[in-house]
């Protein structure tokens, strides 16, 4: 039995009228019977007397009626309550936001949202080694209200979570210093041919592997991998690449990488299709106006790294 039986109930009782009654409660005459007999079969008694020309509550439609007006005034009030407290709570927030790069981002996204008059505040929450399916049951869970990864897309309308791209992350090349490769403005598809990849292997980086594999198969660049396993993304300062080619998606603290760091160098690749997808995912049902807000600034600031 649906909750909402009893507010059509309750109008029923008020008009008397089955289509006055429907018309008001936007249905159907014979949805409205319906519900009617459920509720009478639900509680065992017959709940309206009706003939040809008319329509009126029995004793014990009269008791109910009582009871549903009750039991609806409390429902609108527990609507109304939850709805303040989830204004109170702040948005938990998980996935590609823990770098010193992606905090400073972070930063800049919730100063557009303070700016936007949005009183909620955004709060950052590991995401430890989870998966982007462990993340899913996360925002099902209540543990984190959305988060941002490479490629959700094909989450999509799955059990209620909605998928937005903030943009799309060029991908850049780290080579060694001396190498022929590091003296280059740009690479294309051509240039990395043959070329064996560092695949970091880890929970949080060998889904961005994968992802990154899948590019090169579909571009038909023939290369090898080898796994090294870490636990930072910032390995690859100290890394020995030995000749080998690591990817990385384009992020305002690698620009001045080779500048800082010389024993490696950073070189653009000049494909218009070697790019991740930049995701956010959350559930349908939580998109308020302070989560439509915060995905806003996610693509307002996102977008400007990159233009």
């Given at each position: 039995m649906d909750i909402g039986y009893f507010q059509e109930l309750i109008e029923l009782a008020h008009r008397l009228n089955y289509r006055e009654a429907a018309a008001r409660l936007n249905m159907s005459q014979s949805a409205l019977s319906k519900h009617v007999k459920a509720l009478e079969t639900e509680y065992g008694v017959r709940l309206f007397d009706r003939d040809r020309n008319s329509v009126a509550l029995t004793p014990a439609g009269v008791m109910l009626v009582d009871y549903a007006q009750q039991i609806w005034s409390a429902y609108e009030k527990s609507k109304s309550a939850t709805a303040a407290s989830q204004q109170s709570r702040p948005i938990m927030i998980a996935g590609l936001v823990e770098s010193p790069d992606e905090n400073r981002t972070m930063g800049e996204v919730m100063h557009y949202v303070s700016s936007r008059g949005i009183s909620r505040q955004v709060r950052m929450r590991s995401a430890g080694s989870m998966?982007?399916?462990?993340?899913?049951?996360?925002?099902?869970?209540?543990?984190?209200?959305?988060?941002?990864?490479?490629?959700?897309?094909?989450?999509?309308?799955?059990?209620?979570?909605?998928?937005?791209?903030?943009?799309?992350?060029?991908?850049?090349?780290?080579?060694?210093?001396?190498?022929?490769?590091?003296?280059?403005?740009?690479?294309?598809?051509?240039?990395?041919?043959?070329?064996?990849?560092?695949?970091?292997?880890?929970?949080?980086?060998?889904?961005?592997?994968?992802?990154?594999?899948?590019?090169?198969?579909?571009?038909?660049v023939p290369f090898t991998a080898k796994?090294?396993?870490?636990?930072?993304?910032?390995?690859?300062?100290?890394?020995?690449?030995?000749?080998c080619l690591l990817v990385m998606p384009r992020r305002?603290?690698?620009?001045?990488?080779?500048?800082?760091?010389?024993?490696?160098?950073?070189?653009?690749?000049?494909?218009?299709?070697?790019?991740l997808g930049l995701d956010?995912?959350?559930?349908?049902?939580?998109?308020?106006?302070?989560?439509?807000?915060?995905?806003?600034?996610?693509?307002?600031?996102?977008?400007a790294l990159f233009d």
């Open positions: 998966s982007a399916s462990e993340q899913v049951e996360a925002l099902h869970d209540g543990v984190i209200d959305c988060f941002i990864g490479y490629e959700l897309m094909p989450f999509n309308g799955q059990d209620g979570v909605r998928c937005e791209r903030l943009c799309e992350l060029p991908l850049d090349i780290i080579v060694e210093a001396g190498s022929a490769l590091a003296s280059r403005s740009s690479l294309r598809y051509a240039d990395m041919a043959g070329a064996t990849f560092v695949h970091l292997a880890g929970p949080n980086f060998t889904p961005t592997w994968r992802l990154i594999e899948s590019l090169l198969v579909g571009a038909g796994p090294v396993p870490t636990s930072s993304i910032y390995d690859y300062i100290d890394m020995n690449l030995a000749g305002r603290e690698y620009e001045r990488v080779d500048e800082i760091y010389p024993k490696i160098a950073l070189v653009p690749v000049d494909e218009p299709n070697f790019r956010v995912a959350f559930l349908e049902g939580n998109a308020d106006e302070s989560l439509e807000c915060l995905v806003e600034a996610l693509r307002h600031c996102y977008s």
